[in-house]
């Protein structure tokens, strides 16, 4: 099996390449196997990895030409030769490795942590099993990035769009019924850019390795503006 | 060239539960605080943490903290120390409760209180009916803790170094701990952060194996800098196979499987844990099921092709269970065994999951160390928390949702005393150039060129010894041999190689440096385990089938010089309850 990897180390390179290695693919490989195979052969390609299980969100990379999660896509899924870039849009660091520091900070801007004013019982604050349900596909991203490093209007105004990630995890908070800060987070996304540049492209649902919907969070997000008048 | 250098109050290395929730308090309190970790945070394993984190909150069935310590006592194989045992159960409950204020999203009863589901080896009132105690956020309650956790933290402005490495601790001239050389890993450069304490929490060390539901980063790093600063580590022959990972991949599959109803079958359908455990059945301890698992395998029991695995059976709990309380599990399954467990049963094998010894601690988290004369004396300005520490809570053998627990608890109270430290130790410490060139050395050896074998090569060679000699069994014969194959192996590794040179993220050079502590960590297992001669909790012993309280009711503790290892006695007795006396342990 052919796999051509995107290689760039500044140390030692003027510009970017393809490399392609020979892999000999097993049963069960998933493209992170087959990564791990590339670097036995070559010590020196980088990419970053961890759980294996698609929890800890580290391996996202771009496989003929869609961003994916390494460690759980299967080889038997990619069609040959796989081509596998780094995330597109991003400052490369090293080969597959990127600078996702904008990504995190656009994260770190919607204020991803539940905010109250009143005081805390005792106990823990009671929550109704339909009012946690409306957490469920909001609450598992992994931060990978795959979403928001797919999303043509995150690529055009990074610095701008928040991206599905950030939305997405705004929608989180805003979704809980124990977080009472709804009208600051809600004049926090105001404006042309933060939350409207979402152009309902929806690359982010098609990507997303966990099977979220950021477009969807993002709808509710605008209707809730709507409701509330602003 | 001079190496750059920070400082702050406290240094915390590690930034998944124990340590995030160390920074947290310490954010709190307006101490200046630096977390540094290999990953970004929110990748750290804690992630991976599936079934939930035990507290006697009796939201399902009675319960109280004090049967919650006595069925910790009786996990350990009665080698917990009992009072770090109480003070862990009686703190869960606040615990548990603040992470909820902070946002953890806990799956729900219909009263609005938190789920809390059965989990092994817990009983109402001291041995009685299973209890329900392991509060869930479905089965993805690590994430769910880490995430909140992290944006806690946001919120806190703490101040992260993501993705640097810490190479090792340093001392000042009287040699006390005066923080930690550091290299960043995408300009490959190093950097001195200067503490007045500094807190490990570095996580489990679940690559020393080949089949581990550990994740690439548990390479055992803060205990081997632990040995390397000539600090013991204690109980390190205690490593918990988890019953449940995925069979050939050692994926985890949660004890919340069995908890919500599931149970294991061999290749005759037969549900074996009732031979085994006939009143715990599949909720026995982990060891316990561990076991049963191999030995059903190796009696020729096995199912699949090569009968080297046992089925996890839980069509029968229906689609909507799985899909409300197992969705992860559901997910792993279909995408690394093939099998959606709706239909089908998940083929598993135990797999290495948890380190239950670590580096020796008291209750607040102060590093301990054995003292010429007394008891113990506390290590000045050297703590640690979470999976790399020792407090010791889990003894011989974890219960399933205490891992969770723990790292939360001790985390916190590490954090509280080291504001408490460094009021008391308002001066800053300054490096002794010679034990920085030490810590530098660590780095400047992987810049020898030449001949060399590979440094991976010797990785994988190194976790299959340990795999084979190191396992759920284990005889003097077979030790004894893994034992000279490490040494050897240690010796080869002087004359390691790497072939990348170059300074960007360069990873093989990070693998080198975490295959190091992995050897030095490996050699803990493997001494320690080589000496006990007695099988108590995960330490099982064909040889010495029994438990020995007599001889062995001690904590070993190995020092990196010489492979020498001491031992020190099991503190019984708790804080303000009756002390649990050591009986056979059958579930």
Known sequence: MKISVYRYNPDVDKKPRMQTYEVRPVQGMMLRDALLEVKKQDESFAFRHSCGEGVCGSDGVNVNGKNCLACITPITELKEPIVVRPFPGRPVIRDLVVDMTQFYEQYRAVKPYLIRTDSFPEREITQSPEDRDQLDGLYECILCGCCSTSCPSFWWNPEKFLGPAALLQAWRFLADTRDQATDERLDALDGPYKLFRCHTIMNCVDVCPKGLNPTRAIGRIKDLMLEKGL | ?587
């Open chain 2, 1 to 587: 060239m001079p190496i750059p250098t920070r400082h702050f109050d406290a240094l915390i290395i590690g930034a998944g539960g124990a340590g995030l929730n160390a920074a947290l308090q310490l954010a709190g309190a307006e101490t200046s605080v630096a977390v540094v970790s290999k990953v970004f945070p929110t990748r750290s394993h804690t992630v991976a943490a599936q079934g939930g984190v035990n507290a006697a909150l009796a939201n399902v069935l009675p319960d109280n903290w004090h049967w919650h310590m006595f069925d910790t006592v009786k996990g350990s194989d009665y080698l917990g120390d009992q009072d770090a045992i109480e003070f862990m159960c009686r703190e869960a409950i606040p615990t548990v409760y603040e992470l909820e204020h902070a946002g953890v999203p806990f799956s729900r009863l219909d009263n609005g209180k938190i789920y809390q589901r059965a989990f092994g080896g817990q009983s109402q009132d001291f041995g009685g009916d299973q209890a329900a105690r392991t509060c869930a956020a479905a089965d993805r309650t690590g994430h769910a803790i880490l995430h909140t956790l992290y944006q806690q933290n946001i919120r806190a402005k703490t101040h992260f170094f993501d993705e640097y490495f810490a190479l090792d601790l340093v001392r000042d001239k009287e040699g006390v701990i005066s923080g930690a050389l550091v290299l960043e890993i995408e300009t490959g450069e190093p950097l001195l952060i200067e503490a007045k304490a500094t807190l490990l929490a570095t996580g489990g060390c679940g690559q020393v194996f080949r089949t581990t539901s550990n994740a690439h980063i548990n390479t055992g790093d803060g205990c081997a800098m632990t040995l390397r600063a000539g600090i013991p580590l204690m109980d390190m022959e205690f490593y918990q196979f988890h019953p449940t990972g995925i069979a050939g991949k050692g994926l985890l599959i949660t004890e919340g499987v069995r908890g919500e109803g599931g149970f294991l079958v061999n290749k005759d359908g037969e549900r074996f844990m009732e031979r085994y455990a006939p009143r715990a059945k599949d909720l026995a301890s982990r060891d316990v099921v561990a076991r049963s698992i191999v030995t059903e395998v190796k009696e020729g029991r096995g199912a699949g092709e090569n009968a080297d695995y046992v089925l996890l059976k839980l069509d029968h709990l229906g689609a909507d269970v799985i899909d409300k309380r197992l969705p992860g599990i559901r997910e792993s399954s279909r995408i690394f065994a093939g099998a959606d467990p709706i239909r089908e049963p998940i083929p598993v094998f135990p797999t290495a999951h948890y380190q239950m010894g670590g580096i020796p601690t008291d209750r607040f988290g102060r590093v301990v160390i054995p003292a010429r004369y007394g008891s113990e004396e506390i290590i000045s300005g050297l703590y640690a928390a979470g999976e790399c520490a020792c407090a010791s809570v889990h003894g011989a053998n974890r219960l399933g949702g205490n891992s969770l627990l723990d790292i939360l608890v001790f985390g916190r109270l590490a954090g509280k005393d080291i504001i408490e430290y460094v009021r008391a130790n308002p001066h800053r410490r300054e490096t002794d150039p010679a034990s920085l060139e030490q810590a530098m050395a660590r780095l400047t050896r992987w810049e020898r060129t030449g001949d060399g074998v590979p440094a991976h090569q010797l990785k994988a060679e190194f976790r299959k010894c340990m795999e084979d000699h190191a396992g759920v069994f284990r005889t003097e014969e077979v030790m004894a041999e893994g034992y000279g194959k490490l040494c050897e192996l240690r010796e080869r590794f002087k004359d390691a190689r790497l072939a990348d040179q170059s300074k960007v993220f360069n990873t093989a050079r990070i693998e080198a440096l975490e295959l190091e502590n992995l050897i030095d960590v490996g050699l803990a297992i493997a001494v320690s385990a080589l000496n006990r001669k007695e099988s108590r909790g995960a330490h099982s012993r064909p040889d010495y089938p029994s438990r020995d309280d007599i001889n062995w009711m001690k904590h070993s503790l190995y020092y990196r010089d010489g492979d020498r290892l001491d031992y020190k006695p099991v503190r019984t007795k708790p804080l303000t309850v009756e002390s649990f006396p050591p009986k056979e342990r059958v579930y």
